[in-house]
């Protein structure tokens, strides 16, 4: 059996959390080979409640999980920390701005940036789910120079997930058939779920989308925009965003880039721009990427419509405006 690793989830004692939390004990992220130490990070008021999901925890019984920190210390909770899921962030509250909630996560997020600077170990991988995603992993980043800047990412996975699983609905095949579905820009009402390279198993031969699909204009239509509005749907239903879903794809995430991506397939990633598709360099986009060894890299080469060409724009654009708000906070 390997060394236990440290894994780090902050928003502990929330409602993502309490998915994820069973999944990295059960070894579906780190696989069954790893044990692991988990460092549970909150804020004081939640101690409490932490206590209790720190007794869920121990009652489940289960042999990877060797230790656990519930802690409100980001640097307790970073030190050596080898993979890092931050879903805790300030919640948008009535009235409250799109300003006003960047200037409140740039504070959580530059503490826990130079918190993981001085503490976590430098190949340390970073996934941030509290909103907004991209900006928030852009500050922590920046808070962390000591630390690559690939070893922050975004999770868009969760709307992979649903773009896969809506398509393959639409098409009538189960879910494991469709692929390469990829999510372009920020987690947001602005993304660009794209299909142009999905790829559909049928009979044991793999189709592009468009060979299969009888109304292809749905693909660019209610598609796009249902995927782009699931997330205000879920919240609209449940009165609660998604959170067994989120957990699920915030696994999705870390277990593609700790195990690698199969042959042919990528999958989507919110990760610092270098350029690539002409899209701003240094904003944390979500683009489509390949992994082995631990390592992505974006793919490259995939024909970029005029239609989509200004989708990219629209997201891009909007990933911009939220780097400036940052930066703005940040000089004050
Ligand atoms: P929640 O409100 O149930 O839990 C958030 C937890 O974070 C709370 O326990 C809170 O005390 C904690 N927290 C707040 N500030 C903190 C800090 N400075 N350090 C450590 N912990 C802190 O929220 P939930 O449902 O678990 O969602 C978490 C975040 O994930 C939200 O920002 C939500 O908008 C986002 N989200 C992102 C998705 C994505 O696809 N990227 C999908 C769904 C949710």
């Known amino acids: 059996?390997?060394?236990?690793?440290?894994?780090?989830?902050?928003?502990?004692?929330?409602?993502?959390?309490?998915?994820?939390?069973?999944?990295?004990?059960?070894?579906t992220v780190f696989g069954q080979e790893q044990p692991i130490n988990l460092r549970l990070l909150d804020i004081p008021p939640m101690m409490g409640i932490l206590k209790g999901v720190v007794m869920e925890l121990e009652d489940l019984a289960l042999p990877l999980l060797n230790d656990i920190l519930p802690t409100a210390d980001p640097e307790a909770a970073f030190k050596d920390a080898a993979a890092?899921?931050?879903?805790?962030?300030?919640?948008?509250?009535?009235?409250?701005?799109?300003?006003?909630?960047?200037?409140?996560?740039?504070?959580?997020?530059?503490?826990?940036?130079?918190?993981?600077?001085?503490?976590?170990?430098?190949?340390?991988?970073?996934?941030?789910?509290?909103?907004?995603?991209?900006?928030?992993?852009?500050?922590?980043?920046?808070?962390?120079?000591?630390?690559?800047?690939?070893?922050?990412?975004?999770m868009t996975r969760l709307d992979q997930n649903r773009a896969q699983a809506l398509l393959a609905s639409h098409l009538g095949v189960e879910v494991s058939n469709v692929t390469n579905v990829v999510i372009w820009?920020?987690?947001?009402?602005?993304?660009?779920?794209?299909?142009?390279?999905?790829?559909v198993k049928t009979n044991n031969s793999s189709k592009p989308v468009s060979e299969v699909i009888d109304d292809e204009n749905w693909l660019n239509t209610e598609f796009v925009e249902r995927i782009q509005k699931r997330g205000a749907a879920v919240i609209a239903a449940r009165t609660m965003s998604s959170a067994m879903s989120a957990a699920k794809a915030a696994g999705d995430h870390m277990r593609d880039w700790w195990i690698g991506t199969k042959p042919g397939e990528f999958v989507s990633m919110g990760v610092t721009s270098d350029g690539s598709y002409g899209i701003p360099k240094d904003i944390i986009f979500s683009l489509p990427v390949t992994i082995k060894n631990k390592k992505y890299e974006i793919v490259q080469g995939l024909f970029i419509s005029s239609f989509a060409q200004s989708k990219l724009d629209i997201t891009a654009k909007e990933l911009e405006e939220e780097r400036a708000e940052a930066n703005a906070v940040l000089k004050q």
């Open 1 to 27: 059996m390997a060394e236990p690793i440290n894994v780090v989830v902050s928003g502990a004692a929330g409602q993502i959390a309490y998915s994820l939390l069973y999944q990295l004990a059960a070894g």
């Open 84 to 154: 890092v899921f931050l879903l805790g962030a300030m919640p948008r509250k009535e009235g409250m701005e799109r300003k006003d909630l960047l200037a409140a996560n740039v504070k959580i997020f530059k503490v826990q940036g130079e918190a993981l600077d001085k503490f976590a170990k430098k190949d340390v991988k970073i996934v941030v789910v509290g909103n907004p995603a991209n900006t928030n992993a852009l500050i922590c980043s920046h808070y962390a120079p000591s630390i690559p800047k690939e070893n922050f990412t975004a």
């Open 185 to 199: 820009g920020n987690h947001s009402s602005t993304q660009y779920p794209s299909t142009a390279y999905a790829k």
